[in-house]
């Protein structure tokens, strides 16, 4: 089946409500309408009905761990946080056996820029994300869980607080979860707004009271996590699917997206599009639909490019772009990565080399300096970016950047120096030229050249 096949099944119908009133049939933010987060809102729209279930509180025999497990693998949910890697294999991986504390996480820190769906998945559905953690903490036999939310949106902190005080009131959260013999306790955390937090390790440490700084794997979280004890950390839209896929079955995730990407994700379309937001829409969604979706490119203009995953995923150009769907081996195969789904617009008035030193800023300004190469390699990369900018730049200094992206990628301690390099790489590979006509030009954009010739 191909995309368009698949997106046939998403036709619109009636009024649509999500996070706005622009998506095709929501499947699993059907409903949502910016005030109805509470508990009892929830549950008319079926919420814990799938952990009643589970649980063997519904009048049936109920679920085991294995058949949880089962369940998500089957459904071919691969992690929203990144890296994409299958929710149900990572909760295999949990000892279940262990004897101590084991501990669940939630990374909610958010901090990628263009990222910006699981702040509005929490604000607007925080018990999804709850029901979520504790359906996979019964699948791991798991009694300590948190939620790790990011510093600088207390709103939402908030929101998940009560959220949870609402859980625990009703049964939930707790001892004896609905009379069952199952407990969990779950927790809100709220780091300081640093991106290198979102980092599974980093972030375990900053839960601990330390400086976020990421660890060295192996070992992983799995066997030593959270205060040293095994560990299962998902992304928030990860755990948020886990209600609706246990409610609707495996088989009914998987058939919504393509093969090797199973369900809808959130995409979060911003930068030069017309009516910017979150989208939930089915993985293998062509990107042309989805930009149509985004209100198209602003003001009418031509699309120049696009970086489809996060801001650390590399940059496509518009021909590539607009012939691929939006899946993990789509993308890939466009020489990108679906990452986070948070999907940069940018038109033909864009400057790259003012988007990749503003890009480069952040990761220079984001690294935790543990390592050498990412530590000084992103600063250089800012200065020589700079450089050109200001109209100093030498031919050579596009090599060395790439020199030095090449020295920071697969050489470092945690993704973010591979995040830092990516971008400089795909926008010197794909736009070359515009690097050349600023040195060439003292450090006047071609996009000025171009406009002033029009
Ligand atoms: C620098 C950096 C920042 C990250 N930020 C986030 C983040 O904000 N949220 C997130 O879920 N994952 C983030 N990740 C990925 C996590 O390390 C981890 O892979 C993810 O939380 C696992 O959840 P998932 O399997 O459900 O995707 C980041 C990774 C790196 C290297
Ligand atoms: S790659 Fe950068 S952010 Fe990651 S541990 Fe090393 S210095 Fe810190």
Not at 31 to 60: H, M
Request: with cysteine.
């Amino acid at each position: 089946m191909n995309a368009i096949q698949v997106l046939d099944k998403f036709a619109a119908s009636g009024v649509e409500t999500c996070f706005h009133d622009r998506h095709i049939n929501p499947q699993i933010y059907a409903g949502i309408n910016g005030s109805n987060w509470s508990i009892k809102d929830y549950e008319a729209r079926g919420g814990y009905a799938a952990l009643r279930q589970i649980l063997g509180q519904d009048g049936g025999a109920g679920l085991t761990q294995d058949q949880v497990i089962a369940t998500v693998k089957e459904s071919g949910l691969r992690g929203r946080g990144g890296a994409g890697f299958p929710t149900g294999l990572k909760w295999s991986f949990m000892p279940r056996q262990f004897p101590g504390v084991k501990h669940l996480v939630c990374n909610s820190d958010e901090g990628e820029p263009g990222t910006c769906k699981d702040r509005e998945i929490l604000m607007h559905n925080p018990h999804i994300v709850i029901e979520g953690m504790i359906i996979a903490a019964y699948a791991m036999g798991i009694p300590l869980g948190y939620n790790y939310i990011h510093g600088e949106i207390f709103q939402v902190y908030e929101r998940f607080e009560a959220a949870l005080e609402e859980a625990r009131a009703a049964g939930y959260l707790g001892n004896n979860i609905m009379g069952s013999s199952f407990s969990f306790q779950l927790h809100a955390a709220h780091g300081f707004g640093a991106y290198i937090c979102g980092e599974e390790t980093a972030l375990l440490e900053s839960l601990e009271g330390k400086k976020g700084q990421p660890r060295f794997k192996p070992p992983f979280p799995a066997s030593y996590g959270l205060y040293g004890k095994p560990t299962t950390i998902n992304n928030t839209q990860s755990y948020a699917s886990v209600p609706t896929i246990l409610r609707k079955g495996s088989e009914w995730f998987a058939g919504l997206g393509v093969p090797n990407s199973g369900g809808t994700v959130v995409f979060s379309v911003s930068g030069h599009v017309n009516k910017p937001g979150n989208f939930e829409l089915p993985m293998g969604i062509p990107f042309a639909e989805l930009l149509e979706l985004a209100g198209g490119v602003r003001g009418g203009r031509k699309l120049k490019a696009v970086i489809p995953g996060g801001s650390s995923t590399p940059v496509v150009p518009a021909a590539v772009m607009l012939a691929t769907n939006m899946d993990y081996d789509s993308v890939r195969a466009a020489g990108s990565a679906v990452g986070s789904a948070a999907v940069i617009v940018m038109d033909e008035t864009t400057c790259m080399v003012k988007v990749l030193e503003r890009l480069s800023r952040f990761y220079m300004s984001e690294s935790c300096g543990q390592c050498t190469p990412c530590r000084e390699g992103t600063g250089w990369l800012n200065r020589m970016l700079k450089r050109i900018l200001a109209g100093e730049g030498r031919r050579e200094d596009i090599g060395m950047l790439v020199e030095v992206a090449n020295k920071i990628e697969g050489h470092t301690i945690c993704a973010l120096g591979d995040a830092a390099a990516w971008p400089v790489q795909s926008f010197i590979k794909h736009f070359r030229h515009e690097f050349e006509y600023m040195i060439d030009h003292g450090g006047r954009s071609i996009v000025d050249g171009e406009l002033a010739a029009a």
